[in-house]
């Protein structure tokens, strides 16, 4: 299997938490086979990257830098701290991390600007089928074109209200996308490991999956078969 298989951590408050439907207020603490803290999950992941969602800086617009930056040095790491404006990029820089940038929190500026950087991935952040952003369509489909028109190339389908739920149906939601042969698109939120080959097969990139990797059900060997 040749899917991109990045396992998700979220933070909050210092604490890994369990992300569950986009409630970000009844977030609990992570209980994953890896360990409790960030750090130790981090560093005890079999994976080389790592996808992690600040949610002090997504919601709060404070995101964690100190602990951040430990992060960053311990994997390969692709971040959403909730950027909202183009000089916000200097921190991803800083940080020496992949930029993620979700149209929940983002201005069109910041979009534009990160549209330039190859290795940028952009989350399009989508809730009950409308993609939530200050400035992009309502429809996915539509969202999606628009973003490749401002050059991503890297385009993660978040469906909030499925991330911590195993609920899967990943089939129906991609066989009503279409993207360009230079959009490389990963799936977020209810991602099942039986599921991964037939997201394979409809062209996907790649998987952002926490629940499922913390649990133990998905280890690292099935990235490598």
Known sequence: MRLRVIPVLDIMGGRAVHAV????????ELASIYGSSPLEIARNLPWEELYVADLDGIVHGKPQ????????????VLLDMGARRAEELEVFSSLRC???IGT?????TLVQRAGRLRDAFFSLDVKQGRVVSSFLPEEPQEALEVLESMGAENVIYLRLDRVGTLSGGWEEALGRLEWSTRTRVYCGGGV?????EVIESLGA???LVGTEVHSGRLRYQHEKS
């Open 192 to 196: 099942v490991a039986e599921e991964l």
């Open 104 to 108: 929940e929190t983002a201005e069109l």
């Open 65 to 76: 830098l100190a602990l951040l930056e430990r992060l960053c040095s311990e994997k390969r």
């Open 98 to 100: 992949t930029p993620v």
């Open 21 to 28: 439907r986009g409630e970000r207020e009844r977030y609990g």
């Open 205 to 207: 990139a790649g998987v």
